[in-house]
């Protein structure tokens, strides 16, 4: 049953990327983050009162509660650097880098959750490696922005990754005692307070009455997205290790690809094509 979850996590992952694109192309990132949060977090809420699992909150352990904040504080930190990344580079730019922190959450899985790698997970590791190098070294080189706009849009795309694959540890361990839509729910109530707190600060929420329908529409529909994302994400997660959960759920870049060239109208060029065929086929090897 993990792996349903695990392949609709993948599904709706991809179709955020490409509904937060559009969200986002006249409006902050911080802004349409915070105000994608409050969709997830209503969305999450629901799901728990759903299944009931409402009554539960009072068990939960000093210890689940610690790695439930500190999952969304890193989740929070992934988002806005995410966002930013998409605002300033393409969806085949930001995506395969964001999907990188495979490479990540496996180490991190064999040193903290002792999730042993096997050869064929290594092998995945070099394609997937060789794979996120081709598409990014490839547009990277074909944009027409400055050295240093390209180096900005790839920081924030790095550093999206590490807080990605320390999500996805914390994550785990934070939802091992405690039922998963829940989990998700507290985490949520921590990246809402970070998001909207970074807003506040820089004093960005004025730009709300600035946002047109078309934006206020695709930023809802971007939030509701990442919320069935994240509530099969964590449910395959429960139940499934992390190191076989991730990369399946990292296919969405098949999504993504698909939806920008639809959508957003970019296309791989044919050496990006072959670093996306290996970013797959290694994605498939780390499952064996």
């Known amino acids: 049953m993990w792996l ?32 994608r949060t409050i969709i997830v977090l209503l969305f999450s809420w629901v799901m728990v009162f759903v299944v009931g ?26 988002w806005l650097c995410y966002f930013r990344a998409l605002q300033l580079g393409t969806v085949n730019q930001v995506t395969p880098i964001d999907k990188s922190s495979t490479i990540l959450t496996i180490l991190l899985a064999f040193l903290f959750l002792g999730e042993v790698p096997t050869l064929f997970m290594g092998i995945g590791i070099i394609l997937l490696g060789l794979g996120t190098y081709l598409m990014i070294e490839k547009k990277t080189e074909a944009a027409g922005s400055s050295a240093s706009g390209r180096r900005t849009w790839l920081i924030y795309a790095l550093l999206s990754a590490i807080f990605a694959a320390l999500t996805s540890i914390l994550g785990k361990i934070g939802i091992q005692d ?8 507290i985490r949520t109530v921590v990246v809402l307070v970070i998001a909207w707190g970074i807003v506040l600060f820089q004093k960005k929420h004025t730009l709300m009455r600035e946002i047109d ?11 509701l997205a990442t919320g069935l994302s994240w509530l099969c994400y964590y449910r395959a997660l429960q ?39 290996l970013v797959v086929g290694g994605t498939l090897l780390l499952l064996f």
């Open 178 to 185: 405690i039922e998963s839509n829940l989990g998700t729910a």
């Open 4 to 35: 349903l979850y695990a392949c609709g996590s993948a599904l709706f992952a991809g179709m955020t990327s490409i509904l937060a694109k559009i969200g986002i192309k006249n409006t902050d990132s911080n802004l349409a983050t915070a105000l």
């Open 239 to 277: 139940d499934g290790k992390a190191s076989l959960v991730v990369p399946i759920d990292k296919l969405s870049i098949v999504v993504t690809v698909i939806f920008s060239y639809i959508f957003l109208r970019e296309r791989l060029s044919a050496r990006s094509f072959i670093g996306l065929l």
């Open 53 to 78: 699992s409402q009554n539960t909150i009072d068990s939960i352990s000093a210890r689940t509660l610690l790695f439930l904040i500190l999952s969304g504080a890193a989740t929070g930190a992934s």
């Open 213 to 223: 329908r078309k934006n206020w529409l695709f930023i809802g529909l971007s939030g």
